[in-house]
């Protein structure tokens, strides 16, 4: 791959084998860890939309640096943590759980802006 980030020279790129770990930790958290929070999405949608945000992710990478591609990392971690540890607590789902499962489902067709 590239040594240096195509838009900022003076920071490295990120390299493939920080891609194949994100890649693989991605994997496990999203189909075992957490495979019960998106039961409900077909396994083929589930593939596509990982290699999507690992794809997005390494172009980032590429482009920006390895910097960026680890802050983006640490934002989306953040971001579920207080998705899981405080948004659903607050509003009634178990965010290690996602019980009761109809209303995860339910708040989470409303923060996709859809009205049930």
């Known amino acids: 791959m590239l040594e240096q980030s195509l838009l900022f ?3 490295p790129s990120v390299s493939l084998t920080e891609i194949l770990i994100v890649f693989t ?3 496990l958290a999203y189909f ?3 495979n019960k929070f998106e039961k409900h999405v077909p396994l083929q949608r589930r ?3 990982l290699f999507i945000v690992v ?3 390494s ?3 590429i482009l920006f640096s390895r910097y960026a591609f680890w802050g983006m990392i640490a934002l989306m ?3 579920q943590v207080y998705l899981h540890g405080v948004y659903f607590p607050k509003h009634g789902v178990n965010g290690l759980t996602a019980e ?3 209303k995860y489902l339910e708040l989470t067709e409303r923060m996709k802006g859809k009205k049930s």
């Open 77 to 79: 971690t953040l971001r």
């Open 9 to 11: 020279s003076s920071h």
């Open 25 to 27: 930790i991605a994997s």
């Open 55 to 57: 794809g997005v992710l």
């Open 32 to 34: 075992v860890v957490f």
């Open 59 to 61: 172009i980032i990478g």
């Open 47 to 49: 593939i596509v939309k």
């Open 100 to 102: 009761p499962y109809d």
